[in-house]
């Protein structure tokens, strides 16, 4: 049982425990009546600092359908960050009012932050081009259905890589199981951050190769996984500019691929994937977000404690979790500057890994 606990990284959960929330979700697929009542009196909140379709309504659908209630904002500019609140002091407050919260921030570890000071379960939303681990579930799922399996799989990752969250989540994921080879997909701008090579090269079962040419690299693959250029996390319009076209999927390349191959995508498409594709049996990209719904509601439930419930917070427990290390006065810092740690100048350095790797956002500790 997963009670009380939160969702910041895919791997927060053990692959046991991925396994029976997949057979949660089975459940509520084939009998979502006999859910429908599971999370009454509970309440899901919604802190969305960053524009959100699927992710935020496809919570709010999971919730309702449990029986709960949902409270929350879709726009920061509607929330007392605007005042220069710090994450800490909102997820406290959040606290005072919700059983479960769900968070998606444009900065790096801000999901963890949250973590660190909620006395509910936090789930990590999307924390900038850092880690988005809900997608990893839907994506998981979707490869469970459609392929069989976890092992011996070859996996192409196209486009994105360095600002798309839902890669490096997924690579995080898929580097457990094995016998895993992944394809990157991408140009050397948009390559996947340091992190994430180094975690494949870590995993036992893992290997990886890069390819930026999309063409031969579909021939092998077992699953593409597509992802748009992200133009909100370039420093500069005339880079996103020329890069926003580098791949398209299309019928003509989809006659090379294997005949089992899927096709995923974390969605929204732009551009790299014509209306053609849609059409083709081995896209499975709107079905992977139809069953975001269903693994939302196995997780809430899950987190929430199912049918024994996870009991409502009180307000007395709250301030007990409070920044203890104080920041050393600028010496130390996360290379990333785009880590909540920059953003938020009160909030201690925390290490992982021998004490050279930021615990938010998994970049280099300088100092
Ligand atoms: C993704 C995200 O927000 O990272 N979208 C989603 O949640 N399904 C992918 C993207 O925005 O490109």
Request: proline share 5%.
């Amino acid at each position: 049982m997963l009670t009380g606990k939160n969702l910041i990284y895919p791997t927060d959960f053990t692959v046991e425990q991925l396994e029976g929330l997949f057979r949660l979700t089975d459940d509520i697929i084939a009998r979502p009546e006999k859910y429908a009542r599971s999370c009454v009196g509970k309440i899901l909140a919604t802190m969305f600092f960053e524009p959100s379709t699927r992710t935020r309504l496809s919570f709010e659908a999971a919730m309702e359908r449990l029986g709960g209630k949902v409270l929350g904002f879709a726009d920061p500019a509607s929330s007392s960050a605007a005042k220069g609140e710090s994450i800490a002091d909102t997820i406290r407050m959040i606290s005072c009012y919700a059983d479960i919260a769900v968070i998606r921030h444009p900065a790096e570890g801000a999901a963890h932050v949250a973590a660190l000071h909620s006395f509910i379960p936090v789930i990590n939303a999307g924390d900038g081009g850092h880690q988005h681990p809900t997608q990893t579930l839907t994506d998981l799922y979707t490869i469970r259905t459609k392929k069989g399996r976890f092992h011996d799989l070859t996996i192409g990752l196209c486009g994105d890589l360095k600002h798309g969250r839902t890669v490096h989540s997924l690579i995080h994921a898929m580097c457990r199981y094995e016998n895993i080879h992944f394809v990157l997909i991408s140009p050397e701008e948009l390559r996947v951050p340091d992190y994430v090579i180094r975690e494949i090269e870590a995993a036992q079962g893992c290997s990886y190769t890069l390819n930026p040419d999309l063409d031969d690299a579909i021939r092998q693959v077992d699953i593409l996984y597509m992802t748009r250029i992200q133009r909100e996390r370039f420093a500069s319009q005339e880079e996103y500019l020329r890069l926003k076209d580098s791949y398209i999927l299309d019928g003509e390349k989809m006659k090379n691929a294997k005949e089992d191959m899927i096709v995923l995508h974390p969605m929204p498409i732009v551009n790299e994937i014509t209306g053609a594709v849609d059409e083709d049996p081995r896209a499975c990209y709107f079905v992977q977000a139809q069953y975001g719904m269903y693994v939302r509601m196995a997780l809430i439930l899950s987190l929430l404690g199912g049918e024994e419930g996870y009991p409502t917070v009180c307000g007395a427990k709250m301030f007990e979790k409070t920044c203890v290390n104080p920041r050393p006065n600028g010496t130390v810092h996360c290379k990333n500057p785009k880590c909540v740690s920059n953003l938020d100048l009160t909030l201690p350095i925390r290490v992982k890994d021998g004490g050279k790797i930021c615990e938010y956002c998994d970049a280099t500790i300088e100092g």
